[in-house]
T-cell receptor, first 108, second 119 residues
Framework: GQSLEQPSEVTAVEGAIVQINCTYQ??????LSWYQQHDGGAPTFLSY????GLEETGRFSSFLSRSDSYGYLLLQELQMKDSASYFC?????????FGAGTTVTVRA | GAVVSQHPSWVICKSGTSVKIECRSL??????MFWYRQFPKQSLMLMAT?????????EQGVEKDKFLINHASLTLSTLTVTSAHPEDSSFYIC???????????????FGPGTRLTVL
């Protein structure tokens, strides 16, 4: 099976940088994804890492180290609209399994 | 990116009734569809996976006779919650993966979710 660990919540001020770590254990691994979910909404795809290294998409970056079974999502220049839950998810051979989620609260 | 729709977006029903939720892929062929359930402040839990034209594969602990899944076409999957009870009240989200144009896409695209409240 799969297990993923990520912090339950993070609070930061506007303009700050936040890093959400995710460690995982899985019997099969294709890649690590990150999703954002606002209250009452569905998850929206942010990024996917299949290989080691850093992927940058605008203010958000995601990193993967397969040897360490570890990844992180980096949120830069935080904005109020970034307040949401962020989930890491591991892709095995056929499905995504999600972590418990990290609630990010951005304060003015 | 690809678009997945769900209908209805919310539903309230009486205990003991059945509710059907539709999930459609609008601009790609969804060879695989996933159904998740999410309780408040919790993560998404996979309920079942279905491949077009095949029977769904249910995760451990999910009653296949209670949560009926049909994936009869490459653009439509349905989840029917039979004899719903208050404990079935949750946010149900479908997700799809498949072929967009001539390319097989590995990304799972999520629908907007259906909030079910059973009274």
């Amino acid at each position: 099976g799969q297990s993923l660990e990520q912090p339950s919540e993070v609070t930061a001020v506007e303009g700050a940088i936040v890093q959400i770590n995710c460690t995982y254990q899985t019997s099969g691994f294709y890649g690590l994804s990150w999703y954002q979910q606002h209250d009452g909404g569905a998850p929206t795809f942010l990024s996917y890492n299949a290989l080691d290294g850093l992927e940058e998409t605008g203010r958000f970056s995601s990193f993967l180290s397969r040897s360490d079974s570890y990844g992180y999502l980096l949120l830069q220049e935080l904005q109020m609209k970034d307040s949401a839950s962020y989930f890491c998810a591991v892709r095995d051979d056929y499905k995504l399994s999600f972590g418990a989620g990290t609630t990010v609260t951005v304060r003015a | 990116g690809a678009v997945v729709s769900q209908h209805p977006s919310w539903v309230i029903c009486k205990s003991g009734t059945s509710v059907k939720i539709e999930c459609r892929s609008l601009d790609f062929q969804a060879t695989t569809m996933f159904w998740y359930r999410q309780f408040p402040k919790q993560s998404l839990m996979l309920m079942a996976t279905s491949n077009e034209g095949s029977k769904a594969t249910y995760e451990q602990g999910v009653e296949k006779d209670k949560f009926l899944i049909n994936h009869a076409s490459l653009t439509l999957s349905t989840l029917t919650v039979t004899s719903a009870h208050p404990e079935d009240s949750s946010f149900y989200i479908c997700s799809a993966r498949g072929i967009q144009g001539l390319t097989s896409t590995d990304t799972q695209y999520f629908g907007p979710g259906t909030r079910l409240t059973v009274l």
